[in-house]
C-alpha cells in the first residue's frame, strides 16, 4: 500500500539539520527536475517582491517566505515529518508515526510538493512556499511539469501496490496513475451526514476533509493494515470503526473513489 498526501500550505519555518542534498531525497532520479524548480523559483524571489508575491499567490505579510526561497540552498533542513503542518498533519502526527514506525512510514508515505514534486516522510527539506498550483517561470504550471517528471519514475515505485489517494485536486494533477495502476488507486472522499427537517442528507466537505483524510491515513499506518484492492481497504476499515463506502467501479482504467461519512 502507498499512501499519497498533499503537503500543508502551513510549514514550520526553520530547522536545525545539514543543508539540502537535492540527490538523497526520495527518487534521486528526480535531482535535475528539483534543480530547475529551486533555481526558477530562486530567481522569481530574487527580482520584484510583488511580482513574486503576485505569482505565488502571496501577501505582503508573507515576505519572509520570499526570503526562505532564496536560501534554500544553504538553510538547515528537518524532516518532511517534522516540516508540514496543518490540519491533515495535525491529526496524522506524521512526526511521531515517523518516530515510532520508522520503517513502515517511510515505505508506505509519500508527500507531493510543488518545489520537489515528491518526497519521503524522512527526506531533509529546507522550509519553502511554493505550492502545486502555481505558474511558475519559465517552467510553467507545476502540476503539468511534474506530471511529465513523475509518471515513470513513481509508476515503477507503485507497481502492483494499493494507492489511497489523499491529495488534493491540484496535487492529483501532478500524478494520474492509468491502466491497471488506476483501478489500484482509491481516492478518499469525506462526505457529511447529518439530519436536516427529519431527512438525513450528505454533502462533500473540505476543511473536515483535511482531518479525515489524516485520520484514515495514520489508522493505515498504525494498524498496519496490508489491503491489496478496494475492497480490502473497505473491510479493514469498516472493521476498524469507520463508516465508509465503495461506489460501483467506472469504466476501466478508472480510479475508485470511497466515501468516509463523518456525522454531525
Not at 503576485?54 to 532564496?70: C, I, P, T
Not at 518532511?80 to 502526527?93: K, N, P, S
Not at 485536486?169 to 489500484?184: I, L, M, N, Q
Amino acid at each position: 500500500m502507498l499512501i499519497l498526501l498533499p503537503p500543508s500550505e502551513g510549514k514550520a519555518t526553520s530547522g536545525d539539520g545539514p543543508g539540502l542534498d537535492v540527490g538523497a531525497l526520495t527518487l534521486p532520479e528526480l535531482a535535475a527536475d528539483r534543480e530547475r524548480v529551486m533555481a526558477a523559483l530562486t530567481e522569481l524571489c530574487a527580482g520584484p517582491e510583488d511580482t513574486a508575491r503576485e505569482v505565488l499567490g502571496l501577501s505582503v505579510s508573507q515576505n519572509d517566505a520570499l526570503k526562505r526561497n532564496l536560501d534554500l540552498a544553504a538553510a538547515p533542513t528537518l524532516r518532511a515529518a517534522d516540516l508540514y503542518t496543518g490540519v491533515l498533519y495535525d491529526r496524522l502526527g506524521l512526526s511521531g508515526l515517523l518516530d515510532e514506525h520508522g520503517d513502515r512510514v517511510r515505505e508506505r508515505i509519500l508527500v507531493f510538493s510543488g518545489l520537489w514534486g515528491v518526497v519521503g516522510p524522512a527526506d531533509r527539506l529546507p522550509p519553502y512556499r511554493l505550492s502545486m498550483g502555481v505558474k511558475l517561470p519559465p517552467l510553467g504550471g507545476l502540476g503539468a511539469y511534474w506530471r511529465r517528471a513523475l509518471t515513470e519514475p513513481l509508476g515503477a515505485s507503485a507497481e502492483g501496490r494499493l494507492l489511497v489517494d489523499c491529495r488534493s485536486a491540484s496535487y492529483a494533477a501532478a500524478f494520474k496513475p492509468t491502466g491497471e495502476a488506476a483501478e489500484r488507486t482509491v481516492a478518499v472522499r469525506v462526505l457529511r451526514e447529518r439530519e436536516v427537517d427529519g431527512h438525513v442528507k450528505r454533502s462533500v466537505v473540505s476543511h473536515m476533509a483535511k482531518a479525515t483524510r489524516g485520520d484514515i491515513a495514520r489508522v493505515l499506518v498504525t494498524e498496519n493494515v496490508e489491503a491489496r484492492t478496494p475492497e480490502e481497504l473497505v473491510a479493514a476499515l469498516r472493521d476498524l470503526g469507520h463508516t465508509v463506502e465503495l461506489p460501483p467501479a467506472g469504466r476501466p482504467g478508472t480510479a475508485r473513489t470511497m466515501d468516509v461519512v463523518v456525522r454531525d
